[in-house]
């Protein structure tokens, strides 16, 4: 069992950065590949970026490429997503999950986190 919980979301104007962070129990945290989603209101949840287990591969969707950094330190627990650049259409809740495949679609992750509000004022 992997129990995640995000935080570093909050309210930022356009252009501006946040970097979400998501710790993770559990002993077995570097087995796991981990991705991070998101979901806008009326909207299904889709992948953001994802990094396998020793950090050495990393996918992003085409539309923060550039602008959001996936990074995890498996000393810590914990894995993070550097936003920059932010645009008003990155609103939406962000969640990050854990699972044994790197990969793009939410049903390969196991584990999921509550989820933290990111707000992106024009």
């Known amino acids: 069992q992997v129990q995640l919980v995000e935080s570093g979301g909050g309210l930022v104007q356009a252009g501006g950065s946040l970097r979400l962070s998501c710790a993770a129990s559990?002993?077995?945290?570097?087995?796991?590949?981990l991705g991070w989603f998101r979901q806008a209101p009326g909207m299904e949840r889709e992948f953001v970026a994802g990094i396998n287990w020793s950090g050495g591969i990393a996918y992003y969707t085409d539309s923060v490429k550039g602008r959001f950094t996936i990074s995890r330190d498996n000393a810590k627990n914990t894995v993070y997503l550097q936003m920059n650049s932010l645009k008003p259409e990155d609103t939406a809740v962000y969640y990050c999950a854990a699972g044994p495949s790197l990969g793009r679609r939410a049903y390969l992750y196991d584990f999921w986190g509550q989820g933290t509000q990111v707000t992106v004022s024009s």
């Open positions: 559990g002993r077995t945290f570097r087995n796991y590949a």
